[in-house]
């Protein structure tokens, strides 16, 4: 921290700082008091304070407390003034923390340019500052601006890198809002509702696991989304549903207003359109009510869409040009392109193709000034479309091609991987060199200064500043030196379990092939000696031919530990042909009902992995087989996005999952430590009488 001179130099100093103090701790102690108090307390507060770093922290709170409440305008002019104080002070801190709010409160008035630009300059004092947390909450709202201009390769880089931050500080509400980013920029940048479900999963799954009921509410509405997409309508109506529950206690009435929106969304697409209809009256009256100009103006296009489905025209312009008012009120030029859409839909469902065209011309330009990829993603086919009507088939194809390339390229994530790569590579450079800049130039502003410190006081206060930064110092490289040790463990276990892993399974393979090779062979060779015995020795038939079938027991018995030990079905055709061959061969050889579904892609993985799956898979299915009496078994295996789901369940007499783990159970233990040498997660649930169901997740990319 930099300590300005004439601050340094005040005798009373000492007992204002503690009255200060005092003031921000109040202040800061906020929860439970309305906003709009603490920000009255808070305005008096600065109104009384000389010009100081503290004056610039309650500035900064002052500015997040406007923010929350939706007073962008006030906030940017206290943002300004802190920045500006923060400047005079060189209060770096100060400066950092004001252009971070700056691009928050002008991406909440829609100014994403703007936004963007401040982004550039906070990054580069959060970097700095090297402020894990900082840069984790910047690289987070990086990525949420390059979302919602449709870059949504930049978009997942920066959430990824947040992530990086955020999950070793163990900070849950950002790794979650990352996980819902990722997720949204999942669903609407390319409709994979696979990987979109997977990280809001994620995201659900930390939120009740913190009892995070606002963030839930969040996240049901979103899942609601992804399946209203996938045409599962029931569905998509509970989440939705639920999630408006959870706002209606909270009382949350711009939510309450979306969960609406959404649930009329699902009506029209059912085609009932009163019940539609009805739902987004609600939602009109709730946005009227709280001054949400936008969400008017979302209202007035979804009905405008559910009288375009009607065929009812008339009424659809109306609605739609009532949005498009709305939307240039607020000079949301996204939303302007999407009514516009609208609009030439209706003029080209009219007859009226030329009017379509022009409005259709207009939207273009304005979507490729944008830079939005859908919006352009909908003109070009609304364009195509009204080509073809036109008999313009050349020009249809044209637009159509441009329709298909753009559609390829909004997300191609092996694409994304290869350049997330090259990019954190160049970026970890462009950061070293942005620090050691800033660094140089702060010791020279830094000494600067100390040559005017001359006084006893400044002496004093600095050696105080400096005993706390590097008692801080202290217990944060104390902290890191923990965690690097931890890790070291981990890594030496992981190690360790490893090669136990491997050597067992490749001790299998040896002992397999012995076994077929080898004793299975010289078994083999002996029933053929037995048989030439046979013809020469006819007085001794009864007795050769009892030990000719012993021979072929033994023979067979040897074939099926060989098999047990090491399939070969499964070296030479994989885990998935291996699985359904072992559920085929319970069904065949057991009274008992074995069903295996796999779905997804089915390529091999490799070897070491597709060996520790099925040594999971054969460990439930013997599991069953040796405790369970059960009649039905059922395996289904879905591989998803970069992860490979199994579900298994019996329906046997159960057992005590507790119990079982304490007993050290052998066969638990065992599956536990080859889910964990995959990284991945087990799931068992189990009482007596019940059946088991097993739950394993793991990653396969």
Known sequence: MIINTNYMKRKSLFPILLLILLVILLSLNSEGFPQSQVADSLTRVISRQPENIDKAVNLVNLTKNLLSSKKLDTALHYCEEAFNLSTRLNYIEGQADALYLKSLIYRGKLDLQSSLSYTEKY???????????????????????????????????????????????????????????????????????????????????????????????????????????????????????????????????????????????????????????????????????????????????????????????????????????????IEFSKGIVLASINKASVYSEQGKIKKAMSLQDSCLTIAEQLGGKELLLLAYGNISDNYKKTGNFEKAYFYQLKHNELNADIFDIEKTKAIYAEWLKSEKGKDQARILALEKDNLQKTSQRNAYMFSGLGFVVLALFLVIYFRQKAAHDKIIAQQKIRQLEEEKKLMAA????????????????????????????????????????????????????????????????????????????????????????????????????????????????????????????????????????????????????????????????????????????????????????????????????????????
């Open 123 to 329: 990054l580069e004092l959060f970097l700095l500052l090297n402020d894990s947390l900082r840069l984790a909450k910047g690289y987070y709202n990086l990525g949420n601006i390059h979302k919602e201009l449709g870059d949504y390769e930049l978009a997942l880089f920066y959430c990824q890198k947040s992530l990086s931050f955020c999950i070793p500080l163990q900070e849950s509400t950002l790794v979650l809002a990352n996980y819902n980013c990722i997720g949204s920029i999942f669903f609407d940048g390319k409709s994979k509702y696979d990987s979109a479900a997977h990280y809001y999963l994620k995201a659900m799954e930390i939120c009740e696991k913190s009892d995070n009921q606002a963030h839930l509410s969040t996240i049901f509405n979103n899942l609601g989304r992804v399946y209203l997409a996938d045409n599962q309508f029931e569905i998509a109506r509970r989440y939705f549903s639920m999630s408006l529950e959870i706002n209606q206690k909270n009382g949350n009435r711009e939510k309450i207003a979306l969960n609406f929106t959404n649930l009329g969304r699902v009506a029209s697409e059912k085609d009932d359109f009163k019940e539609a209809l009805n739902y987004y009256n609600q939602a009109l009256e709730l946005y009227t009510e709280i001054k949400d100009d936008r969400g008017i103006a979302d209202i007035n296009n979804n009905i405008g869409d559910s009288y375009f489905k009607q065929m009812n025209y008339d009424l659809a312009l109306e609605k739609f040009d009532k949005a498009l008012e709305g939307y240039r009120k």
């Open 498 to 701: 490893k090669l136990l892993v491997e050597g067992q399974e490749e001790e299998r393979k040896r002992i397999a092939m012995e076994l077929h090779d080898g004793l299975g062979v010289l078994l083999s060779a002996t029933k053929m000696q037995f048989s030439t015995i046979i013809d020469n020795s006819p007085e001794n038939k009864v007795l050769i031919e009892k030990a000719t079938r012993m021979l072929e027991q033994a023979s067979g018995d040897v074939r099926k530990i060989s098999h047990n030990m090491m399939p070969g079905l499964l070296t030479k055709l994989g885990f998935f042909e291996a699985v359904e061959d072992l559920f085929e061969n319970i069904g065949d050889t057991k009274d008992m009902n074995a069903i295996c579904t796999i779905s997804g892609n089915q390529d091999r993985l490799s070897e070491n992995k597709e060996i520790m799956l099925y040594r999971i898979v054969q460990e439930m299915a013997n599991n069953t087989l040796k405790h369970a009496e059960a009649r039905n078994i059922e395996l289904q295996i879905h591989v998803l996005q970069g992860m490979l789901d199994m579900k298994y369940s019996d329906d046997g007499k159960g057992f005590d999952v507790g119990k079982n783990l304490e007993s050290e159970s052998i066969g638990l233990k065992s599956m536990q430590s080859r889910v964990n040498f995959l990284n991945g997660t087990l799931v068992i649930e189990s009482k007596p009488g019940e059946g088991a169901r097993y739950s394993i997740q793991i990653p396969v990319l």
